[in-house]
């Protein structure tokens, strides 16, 4: 650590020459189907907002030292919903606690983990631009259980061999069971689907308010959609951020009892703020989002709820503070409701179709990709230039980028009010691996970065306007930009 720098502060790119460098290297008649979007002032104030680099500062190698807390119930595949509150030591040492309930609202607890380990930062990421490599080490695991439910349930999921438990010994709650011990070789993870890989792709934001003091916010390694894989996945993208106990954002109401938690005790978040389903108006990202496969992007929505229809616009862009685009992606067409979710409550299921697509490229390598292609597979093969649109509706879609029209997709959304009062939409989660929830079963049961809503005109818009540049970043691999379009494309990455 004497060899490397104390910090770095990034917004897009890192300087010199160690371990924390990466290389430069149906729709309705009215409707007017356009990449080329104008917003509403206060759309385009929220976007101006999300690309202002004097705004956000990004530390490389992160300081992790300080306690860090989540701000809201979260929801992992499955469904899981938890609530997380780990410390890290100036030592390198962790202690992190994983609060699970039994309902959407975290109300509910049924059992925490407690984790022990060690933590060595590693590099700056070659794959995931402004991250962290870590190596994470764990040394202890112990359950608590909060209620008699849960313990019946984990009773069915748990060997008692591996608890070492006596012939007719139940689980009991408030009592501490080992589930991890590193020294005598005791593992009983699995059965519970445990990883804590997500240690093993970090960064860390400054934001800079002029009405209160600058928060911190923790970005940790996404999780696999599927459980199965979780144990061996490394991260790529991110979670919803930790914040810092001491430098949160405003308000922060979870964060109080995050901070004043334990296994004994875990936080029981306030009731939720769940409201009616009602997508009518604009919605757009509330920050640069990262997914997995390497892909910062910002994606605004546009519902009429009379007409069933929508249009979603997609940037994606080269860094982490979406300033530099790669490509821009417009789908639009119609959607049915279903039913309430039975298995995330106050979330809403819904069909999907995609009639529309039309592709502006900015990158290079896809460009030369794209103008290669066969006649009839993909736009106007050889007509691709930078910066201008090309529809692929008439071509069903692009083979090279994993898009196909007409497609249908079944959605999970929910609708919550946020601590100031905004409307918020949430939107099931893309499977990790690339593939799309086509039938019933493949259904999200998470979410992806809440949308706030910008304006509540239905009307699409005609004109876009942003002052983001193309690309001068480094160039992308053709390989990944592939599995990052089909990874990401219909209905809302």
Known sequence: WNKLPLAVQTTESLAGSNLWDVPTSHLHPSTNFSSKLFWEPQCQTQLRHLQDRTRITATIPPRLDGHWVSSRC?????????????????????????????????HVPAYSLIIQGKLRLRQASWITHGATEAEHNLQKVTLVIHNQWAAHRLETRLPSSCLRLGSGVQLVPSKLYELFNAKAKRDCLGALHFSMMELDLLRLEIQYHPLHQPSKELFLGDVHTDQNQRAHYRPTGYQQPLQNTMHHIHPCPVCALMYQSSEQSPPILPPSWSIPLNLNGHWISQRCEARPAVLFLTRLFVFNEEHHTWEGTYHHYSDPMCNHRTFTLVASGHYARMEPSSKVQGATELVFKVIRAKVTMFEQTMLQMLNSSEEGSCGQAGGWEPGAEQDITWTAGCGMLGILLPHKEYELFKMEKDHKNRSLLLIGERPTDGSSPDRPVKRPTSFQTPMVQCSPDTAVPQHYSSRSDVSTGPEVSSAIIHHSVFSIFLIVN
């Open 74 to 106: 979260e929801v992992r595949a499955g469904p899981e919903f938890l609530t997380r509150s780990y410390i890290f030591y100036p030592t390198r040492l962790f202690k992190a606690f994983q609060h699970y309930y039994c309902d959407s609202n975290c």
